[in-house]
């Protein structure tokens, strides 16, 4: 089964054919980062006309690609939330109406859920039940699965997602957005102990990262010796590339620890055969290294393959496989439900 998974939740352009859930064979991304970078955040507005440039070429090339055409394809999958209203609305308009003029089932895609499967497309199967950590710029929840298609919320967080933490820390550091990427380079030649930062005390499985990003600026203004009243421009003057190293590094190793000693509090009660990371922080080498070797012993571990871990439409593609596998029905494209927020089921 050939499903054409498309996604444009954010700021990134993608469609992808992938067959039986998990052979990839074409997948395209278009992403906008170099027009959000220079506001230092994505702009909701610039991304839905951004889309719209990007949709069509897209999926051409998708099937291209694939060295397929369109009556090859026999499901088409779409992100419809959560996201960008403006976003999903590009992104679920180019795919109703392919599948309405070709007559192609439709399946809505739930964004969280996509980002798992993107644990399949390299070939493994994952054995349940799982503890899927899915941690993004919108997102941080723990997801219990005991088979395909069945998810629990066991952990979210009560504020900043982890993401959004790694960008904003990043942006009081002065490198560049998107945070993630820049706070792991920057952390490689610093010293992770050189600044003692706090552990949240959050009960249950629950998270808290906007306390973590405070706690940053606060240790950078003492460092500095300056009031907690200057603001974070001043600082990045004032920084060296060593101390700016050594906050990115203690900054990383924290919000690691964080999510490390959550997942082992996760599986006592929640006890799991494999523990997976989805979403764009899962691409964090630190992370991926600490998680390994914490659980490699006693669980399977699981993160997605190199440019997986972003937003892209292959994993669309492979969690409607799954679904259609479990039994869900295709939508009627003309009832189609966007939303900016919902949670996973
Ligand atoms: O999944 P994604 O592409 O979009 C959302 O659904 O939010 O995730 C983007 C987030 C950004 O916050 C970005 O800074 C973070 O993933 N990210 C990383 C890394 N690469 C991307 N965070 C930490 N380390 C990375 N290497
Ligand atoms: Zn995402």
């Not at 795919?95 to 399949?120: D, E, G, M, Q």
């Not at 290294?289 to 699981?302: A, M």
């Amino acid at each position: 089964m050939k499903i054409m998974g498309i996604e444009s939740s954010c700021d990134e352009t993608a469609a992808a054919v992938v067959e039986n859930g998990n052979k990839i064979l074409s997948n395209v991304v278009v992403s906008q980062i170099d027009i959000h970078a220079a506001y230092g955040g994505v702009i909701p507005e610039i991304a839905a006309r951004s889309h719209i440039e990007a949709i069509q070429p897209v999926i051409d090339k998708a099937l291209s690609d694939a060295s397929l055409t369109i009556e090859n394809i026999d499901a088409i999958a779409v992100t419809h939330t959560p996201g960008l209203i403006g976003s999903l609305l590009v992104g679920t308009l180019a795919a109703r109406t392919i599948a309405v003029i070709n007559n192609i089932p439709f399946y809505p895609t739930h964004h969280l859920k996509s980002h798992i499967y993107a644990n399949w497309l390299s070939g493994h199967q994952p054995e349940f039940p799982l503890i899927s950590a899915v941690i993004s710029g919108g997102h941080t929840q723990l997801i219990y699965m005991n088979r395909h298609d069945d998810f629990e919320i066991i952990g979210t967080t009560r504020d900043d997602a982890i993401g959004e933490c790694f960008d904003k820390v990043a942006k009081i550091l002065g490198l560049p957005y998107p945070g993630g990427p820049a706070i792991s380079k920057a952390a490689e030649s610093g010293n992770p102990n050189r600044y003692k930062l706090p552990i949240p005390k959050v009960d249950k499985l629950d998270f808290s990262f906007s306390g973590l990003k405070t706690a940053v600026l606060r240790s950078i203004q003492k460092e500095l010796s300056l009031p907690i009243t200057t603001p974070s421009h001043k600082l990045q003057e004032l920084l060296t590339a060593q101390q700016v190293a050594d906050f990115a590094a203690s900054f990383q190793a924290t919000a690691i620890k964080i999510l490390i000693q959550k997942l082992k509090k996760a599986n006592e009660s929640y006890p799991a055969k494999s523990i997976l990371l989805a979403g764009g922080v899962s691409a964090n080498r630190a992370l991926r290294d600490e998680l390994q070797k914490t659980f490699s012993k006693t669980h399977q571990v699981y993160f997605p393959e190199p440019g997986l871990s972003t937003d892209n439409g292959a994993m669309v593609a492979s969690a409607a496989y799954y679904s259609i596998q479990a039994g869900e029905k295709p939508t009627n494209p003309y009832e189609l439900d966007i939303s900016p927020r919902s949670t996973i089921h």
